[in-house]
């Protein structure tokens, strides 16, 4: 016996009786396998066949069946964010234009990472408020934040891993957190210096 023969005989086959209306291709899906499989075993010229007309159907040529698409999963949650500078209670007067935030990085982030950083200021009746993301592990406080009016400000801030999970409307990227938030900690800044007491996060 042939390796040829030997493999057709290995072929597990079934054999099928057209049926009216049948066409070549429904019978090929029905069974997911090709038409030319068909044809081939059957010595068939064409693709067309009729009511009555005996076929062998080679299982063995099933087309392969697609799996279910593997829905992508999120890494492991970030560690909260182990802030370094400015101290907790740090005192800031009009000499400083602006104040660098620092923390240590809790990995490598990848593309669609980042750290969003908040800082707050809680002095009563102010209730600024700004969040920016960065790739770095510092962030430089604008002299636009800094207070414009003669008392103490106390400023909160802390820092959170995210990563973009999509766009707004405005193109704007849309984040979550991607691990846990760091301890808040909060400073004092105002324009006139002198002294201040130390402020309560």
């Not at 209306?21 to 396998?33: C, E, K």
């Not at 691990?179 to 002294?195: I, L, N, Q, Y």
Request: with cysteine; hydrophobic share 40%; aromatic share 8%.
């Amino acid at each position: 016996m042939s390796a040829a023969d030997a493999t057709d005989t290995a072929c597990q086959k079934v054999e099928y009786m057209v049926l009216p209306n049948d066409t070549l291709f429904a019978i090929a899906s029905a069974y997911n396998v090709s038409m030319e499989a068909i044809q081939n075993y059957n010595g068939l010229a064409s693709d067309v066949v009729y009511e009555g007309m005996p076929l062998i159907i080679p299982l063995c040529e099933r087309l392969p069946t697609a799996g279910p698409t593997p829905t992508p999963t999120n890494p492991p949650p970030y560690a909260a964010p182990n802030l370094l500078l400015p101290a907790d209670g740090a005192i800031f007067t009009a000499a400083n234009d602006s104040i660098t935030l620092q923390w240590a990085a809790v990995g490598t982030l990848r593309q669609n990472e980042a750290y969003a950083v908040t800082v707050e200021d809680i002095t009563e009746g102010k209730g600024r408020k700004l969040t920016e993301y960065v790739s770095d592990t510092k962030f430089i406080l604008p002299a636009t934040f800094r207070p414009s009016d003669s008392m103490p400000h106390v400023l909160k801030w802390f820092v959170v891993p995210v990563r973009q999970i999509g766009s707004a409307i405005d193109g704007k990227p849309i984040y979550e957190p991607s691990g846990a938030s760091s301890a808040a900690r909060a400073f004092v800044w105002w324009s006139t210096g002198g002294a201040a007491t130390t402020p309560t996060p």
